[in-house]
C-alpha cells in the first residue's frame, strides 16, 4: 500500500510532462517561406536573429519543402568567418529575386560587421566604440526589393536599427514610405549601470559632456536618449525616471495579433523614437513612467509622453508591413528547442512575477506571442492560397 500511495504523485508529474510533449508531437508542421536579414553577425552567436529562429522552431514552422529553419545558414546578410576574429566569411545582401520568393521578410538587423566587433577574437564580445565597418547598412537595392515584395502581398517586419546608421537616407526613406512611419533620429537605451564602461560606451559618454560640459558622473540604472551625435539627454531611475520607466501598452486589448502579449511589459533594452503617417496604426505604444523631473526635461527636448512601439500597415493591394521600434530580435536565448505545448504560456507566467527590467521577460511576456500572432498568420494566409489552388505547396506565396 505504501509503494502504492507513493506511486499517484510519479504518474501526476509523468502525465504533466507526458500530455504535453503528445499534445506537441502531433502538432502540425507549418509551411511558410521567411526571409531574414541579418547584417549583425560578427561572430557565431547570431544574437540579432537566433531569438526569432527558436520560435520558428518551436512553432514548427518549416520551409516549403518541409526542412526546418536553421540559425547558422537560412538568413541573408553576414555570414562569421572560421575562427573568431576573422572577418565575414562572406556577405549576401537581400536581391529582388528573393525576397519575392519569401512570404514574410523579417529585417532583423543591418547596424552590420566592424573591425572593432572581431578584436575580442575568442571572447566573442562586440565593440562598444565605433570603428571601421567592414559591411552594414541597408542599401538602396534591398529597400526596393523589400517594397516590391510588399506589393506583391508578402509581410514585411521591420525593426530597430534598420532606419538607422549606416542605412543611406535614400534607403531609410523608401522604408519609411512603405512602413508608413518616420524616424526622428533620437534613440535611447535603458542601463543597469549608467557608470559601467563594459556597457556604456565612450561615445555616449563624450556626447553628453559635449552637450552639457560636465562630466559624465552618472551612477544606478537610467535611460539614455540621443540624437545624432547633438543632443544626450540622461534619465535615471529614482530621479527623472520611475522604477519601471518604459513600458510597452496596448493601443487596442482586443487587437488579435496581439492576443497574449502582455500589458505594461517594461521594455530594457535599444529603441528609437518614430511617428506613424496617415494609413498607419499602432498596435503598441511606449509609454514613459517618469517624475516631474523627467517629464519636464522631455518637454523641454520636444521628446513625446508616449510613441509608437509597434506599428502596422497594409495600403491597398499590398501585404501587410510591421515596424518594432526596438531591437526586439536581440535576446539572451538558448537555441535548443522545448518539445512540450504550453511552454511559452509557462514562461510568460513565470516572468510575470519578475519586477526587474530584463531583456528575457520582454521577450516571453510580449514579444514571443506577438511574432507567433504575425507568423501563424502569415502561415494560415499561405494554407488558404493552397487550399484555393492558387498556390504549389513548395512555393511562397506570390502575386
Sequence with gaps: MRSLRWSWPIWAVAMLVAVPWIVYVLRAEQPLKVVVLDKTVPYETRKEHRSLFWLLGHLKVVQPDGAPYDPSKDYVGAFPGAEPGDPPARTVDLTTEVAMQADLIYLADTYGVYTGDLASKASMKEALERSRRIYGGLTVQEANAVVAAAESGKTVVAEFNTLGSPTSPEARETLESLLGIRWTRWIGRFFPRLEDESEVPEWMRKNYEREWRQNW????????????????????????????????????????????????????????????????????????????????????????????????????????????????????????????????????????????????AFYWRFYAPMVANILNSAADERATAVALGRLNAHEPVGP
Excluded at 536618449?225 to 534619465?235: M, N, P, R, T
Design 217 to 360: 558622473d552618472f551612477t544606478g540604472p537610467g535611460y539614455v536618449l540621443l540624437q545624432d551625435d547633438v543632443h544626450c539627454e540622461v534619465l535615471r531611475v529614482g530621479q527623472e525616471a520611475e522604477q519601471l520607466g518604459l513600458r510597452i501598452e496596448k493601443e487596442n486589448k482586443a487587437e488579435p495579433l496581439l492576443r497574449g502579449a502582455r500589458e505594461a511589459t517594461v521594455y530594457p533594452y535599444w529603441f528609437d523614437i518614430v511617428v506613424t503617417q496617415p494609413g498607419t496604426q499602432t498596435l503598441a505604444r511606449f509609454e514613459w513612467n517618469l517624475t516631474p523631473a523627467g517629464y519636464e526635461r522631455l518637454r523641454a527636448r520636444g521628446l513625446p509622453t508616449s510613441f509608437p512601439a509597434v506599428t502596422y500597415r497594409q495600403a491597398a493591394n499590398q501585404g501587410k508591413t510591421f515596424y518594432f521600434a526596438g531591437d526586439f530580435a536581440d535576446n539572451p536565448m538558448r537555441s535548443r528547442a522545448v518539445p512540450l505545448a504550453g511552454y511559452m504560456t509557462f514562461r510568460r507566467w513565470m516572468e510575470s512575477g519578475f519586477l526587474a527590467t530584463s531583456r528575457q
